[in-house]
């Protein structure tokens, strides 16, 4: 008998949001991602054609080609993917942006960008592919390296590192996550509820380079990830209150969140303590998992979305790039207007 494709809302099968054959090396945390960031889309169901594929240099930079072939797309330059993302959502307020960026390409020559990006609150999904290391250029030190990490061509990390959560959420952001590539089902619930939201949602993706930086030792390597990974809250997200299957739960043992679009975060709870709505207890947390290597998982930060910069500027739904020249251009009385207003 023939196997019947499953198809989502828009009648769209997975294989409609794939991309070209990755080229990435084998068992490389990035391929994880992709793949994740396919079936988030597909399972939301968003049209491919709704989303556009921002992206610096590296090997992360370079993954947004084998995911959403249908999507729009901008490779960049290194550092600079949230700039070109910031220009995009300015430009088409309607479609939904996910950067993709690496540790180098963001901890390193693009952190003003960074934290910029955070402070105007563009709307998008930012996933760091943070490996700890300069993958394409053979294994360097980045920013996120660990301090007294040894390299087979660097020797001895003597710097210690920068923590993306922490940078991340003293900026601002309204949604922060750390999710791991050997923990693919928390990736992918948690990559559905940042494109769910309006504002900048952050998720730091610990993903290993398993050519570079993959020793058993290293903090983002595999096999200590998945000794370590200390997941904060089991997620789930639902796109309607009445698809939740949570009648098993016990009263107490979970919490809804939720989210921008109707949709709903459902936490269970692992870490009873925690409260990812309390931004003292984020801090306090991501300052004990530096000093411990305490490497927590999760739904790390989450509040109310502030005005997005679109929303400041009063950008309108209509996509600026499909106003026709002659709507855009001033007339010449208003032109006149603004520039007696100026004397
Ligand atoms: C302006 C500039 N400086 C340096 C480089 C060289 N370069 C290319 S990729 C890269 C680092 C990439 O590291 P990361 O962002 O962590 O990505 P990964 O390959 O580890 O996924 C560097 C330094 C460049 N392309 N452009
Ligand atoms: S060098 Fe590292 S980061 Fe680059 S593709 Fe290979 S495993 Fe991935
Ligand atoms: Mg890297």
Redesign the pocket.
């Given at each position: 008998m023939e196997k019947t494709v499953e198809l989502n809302q828009l009648g769209l099968a997975l294989a409609d949001y794939k991309g070209k054959p990755s080229t990435l090396c084998p068992g490389c945390g990035?391929n994880a991602i992709s793949n994740q960031i396919q079936a988030a889309v597909w399972e939301l169901g968003i049209a491919p054609e709704k989303i556009m594929k921002i992206s610096?240099?590296?090997?992360?930079?370079k993954s947004p080609n084998y995911f959403l072939n249908r999507s729009f797309g901008f490779n960049g330059?290194?550092?600079r993917m949230p700039t070109l993302a910031t220009g995009a959502s300015f430009g088409d307020t309607s479609i939904k942006i996910i950067g993709i960026?690496?540790?180098?390409?963001?901890a390193s020559?693009g952190m003003g960008h960074f934290k910029h990006v955070i402070r105007r609150n563009v709307p998008m999904v930012y996933i760091i592919?943070n490996?700890g290391?300069?993958?394409?250029?053979k294994g360097q030190f980045?920013a996120t390296s660990d301090q007294g990490l040894v390299l087979k061509h660097q020797g001895v990390n003597l710097l210690p590192p920068l923590d993306m959560c922490m940078e991340a959420l003293i900026s601002g952001a309204s949604f922060v996550a750390r999710a791991f590539s050997g923990d693919v089902k928390q990736m992918k619930e948690l990559i559905k509820a940042a494109l769910s939201q309006n504002g900048i949602a952050v998720i730091d993706v610990i993903s290993p380079?398993v050519t570079f930086n993959n020793q058993d030792k290293a903090l983002q390597s595999y096999s200590w990830g998945r000794e370590n990974e200390a997941p904060l809250q089991g997620i789930m997200h639902f796109k309607n209150r009445e698809d939740m299957q949570i009648e098993n739960f016990e009263e107490g043992t979970y919490r809804e969140i939720e989210l921008e679009d109707g949709s709903f975060l459902v936490l269970k709870k692992i870490d009873k303590e925690y409260d990812p709505t309390d931004r003292s207890a984020a801090l306090d947390l991501l300052t004990e998992s530096y000093k411990s290597h305490y490497f927590a998982t999760g739904l790390i930060y989450f509040s109310e979305v502030p005005p997005t910069i679109n929303e400041c500027y009063d950008l309108p739904d209509e996509p600026l790039n499909r106003i026709k020249a002659d709507r855009l251009r001033p007339t010449r009385e208003s032109l006149e207007a603004i520039n007696a207003s100026l004397y």
């Open positions: 990035h610096g240099i590296g090997c992360s930079s330059l290194h550092g960026s690496g540790d180098g390409d963001t020559i592919e490996n290391c300069y993958g394409l250029t980045s380079c």
